[in-house]
């Protein structure tokens, strides 16, 4: 790969893991509640679910997937509903001391933490089609195709990794200003409803798209 095309797409990857959606909310989220290192495992989770999209592109099944409306309308309206319930969940959730006397921080079950994360991405038909739309300009047909689609998909990953760190680690700040139950409540209504918002987004994606 010519080191100018992995150069625009290393640009591209940045203004696309910078733009808000699902799992920047959802890595805040879980940066807030639980502090940057286990926090940081549902950001693992979202590039897991990446990984897995990229793979389906590159053995062809993406294509099949983007022209089959039952597919497409099956992942779709399952990550709705995903997010709709994380969004009502959070927006639900009692108010519950974020750092406890001795600084220490509620402990999220990484495993529990990477499944969401996973989830939130993976149920998301739009991550195939425009992973099917961006990455085959960058492809070159004429060079080994494997070798290609690893860069392409570690690049996107370390990108996402890095800028969901960014928003994962600056959430983990807010720890210490939540003392109040009125500002953790305020704060569960917040991101449940930029959950239940994400939902509403992804209902007006068209297959066309």
């Not at 805040?28 to 549902?42: A, E, L, P």
């Not at 070798?147 to 990794?161: C, E, K, P, R």
């Amino acid at each position: 790969m010519a080191l100018s095309v992995w150069l625009t797409f290393f640009a591209a990857c940045w203004l696309l893991s910078l733009s808000p959606g699902a799992g920047a909310v959802a890595s805040m989220s879980s940066g807030v509640r639980y502090g940057f290192v286990r926090g940081y495992w549902t950001a693992i989770g979202l590039q897991l679910a990446l990984a897995l999209q990229t793979l389906v592109v590159a053995l062809g099944l993406g294509a099949i997937l983007a022209a089959s409306e039952l597919a497409f309308n099956l992942i779709k309206w399952f990550g709705v509903a995903y997010l709709l319930w994380l969004g009502i969940s959070q927006w639900r959730a009692e108010p519950a001391p974020l750092v406890s006397d001795d600084g220490a921080r509620p402990i999220g079950r990484p495993l529990s933490l990477l499944l969401r994360g996973f989830l939130i991405n993976a149920s998301n038909p739009k991550s195939i089609i425009f992973i099917l739309a961006v990455l085959p300009p960058f492809i070159d047909p004429s060079q080994p195709l494997a070798q290609q689609y690893l860069i392409l998909a570690a690049t996107m990953i370390g990108v996402d990794l890095l800028v969901m760190a960014g928003y994962t680690a600056l959430a983990a700040k807010v720890l210490r200003l939540l003392r109040s139950p009125h500002q953790q409540k305020l704060l569960n209504r917040v991101f449940g409803g930029c959950f239940v918002l994400a939902a509403g987004l992804l209902t007006t994606v068209q297959q066309e798209a």
